[in-house]
């Protein structure tokens, strides 16, 4: 199984950026779909984006027209950039891979932090 570690997360005012980085420990190469999800406090984990292996993209409809997924397979890497950041926003987020196009990888990283907040 593939591990990853996310990175890129902070504090950032509403209306900002932020770019999230996944570092992957193997290839990621054959992994068909990589995504990138959220959890914030008292709610369940969420999925906000994925991308896969032939660069077709999802969404969520909260992440629409303010988010982009992308991955970097010579890196072993996967980017979210967060544009027009909102508090709701607000949440700790993971990625993680489906490698076949049925199920996620069971283990999680540790997440990365986002808050935004004025």
């Known amino acids: 199984q593939v591990h990853f570690v996310e990175s890129g997360g902070g504090l950032v005012q509403p209306g900002g950026s932020l770019r999230l980085s996944c570092a992957a420990s193997?290839?990621?190469?054959?992994?068909?779909?990589m995504g990138w999800y959220r959890q914030a406090p008292g709610k369940q984990r969420e999925l906000v984006a994925t991308v896969t292996s032939g660069g077709g993209t999802y969404y969520a409809d909260s992440a629409k027209g303010r988010f982009t997924i992308s991955r970097d397979n010579a890196k072993n890497t996967v980017y979210l950039q967060m544009n027009s950041l909102k508090p709701e926003d607000t949440a700790v987020y993971y990625c993680n891979g489906d490698p076949k196009g049925g199920s996620w990888f069971s283990s999680w990283g540790q997440g990365t932090q986002v808050t935004v907040s004025s």
């Open positions: 193997g290839s990621i190469f054959s992994i068909y779909a």
